[in-house]
């Protein structure tokens, strides 16, 4: 195998229905069908159970773009088999997730709650009352929809406070006042 991503086989799972047409490509799964619009420079081949992607001209452009549309269909291909998911943790005196529903309802700190509806596609789930789960098939929608969960309250870097990626380890500053004693005193 070489060492290019746009050259890969990707293969074809049992109940995955691979199509192109139109200048797209259409996937169709267990947990939902994903279409991907294509550039003239990249043609979709679907030879059996297998799924290549060619450069139709030897532009270095075409090239690129040929391992982006790889990635891009071994991502819808994993979609609707598996599903993506980015869990998300609040951390904070009082800060809590609810379900309403469909929506999904945080209390951040605000005078009000802060609420989410579901894009189509996307599903909210809440683990205890400080885990937030995003699934979903379309890799990009559910990464976008956790970083907007995100954005509505950073973590802070003095006392680690806000909603942060499940893993992520957040750089932490000294405070004025350890500034202050480290340096002996000030006064």
């Known amino acids: 195998m070489s060492g290019r991503i746009g050259k890969r086989e990707l293969a074809i799972p049992a109940g995955v229905e691979v199509k192109v047409s139109d ?3 259409v996937v169709k799964g267990p947990k939902g069908t994903l279409t991907q619009a294509l550039r003239p420079q990249v043609a979709v081949k679907v030879e059996g159970q297998k799924v290549l992607t060619v450069c139709a001209t030897s532009e270095r452009l075409a090239q690129a773009m040929q391992g982006l549309y790889n990635s891009l269909i071994k991502n819808m291909i994993t979609g609707v088999t ?3 998911q980015k ?5 904070g005196v009082g800060y809590r997730a609810a379900m309403a ?4 309802q945080l209390q951040l700190g605000y005078s009000h709650p802060v609420e989410f509806e579901p894009p189509t596609g996307i599903e ?3 683990q205890g009352n400080t885990r937030v789960i995003v699934k979903g098939a379309d890799r990009q ?3 976008q929809i956790a970083a907007e969960i995100r954005l509505a309250r950073e973590v802070e870097p003095y006392k680690g406070k806000g909603i942060k990626y499940l893993g992520e380890i957040v750089r932490r500053k000294a405070g004025k006042a350890a500034k202050a004693a480290s340096a002996g005193g000030g006064a």
Request: aromatic content about 10%.
């Open 124 to 126: 909210f789930s809440v």
């Open 101 to 104: 529903g469909k929506k999904l």
């Open 82 to 84: 598996t599903g993506f």
């Open 87 to 91: 869990d998300l943790d609040l951390v």
């Open 23 to 25: 200048g797209q490509v």
């Open 141 to 143: 929608a559910v990464g």
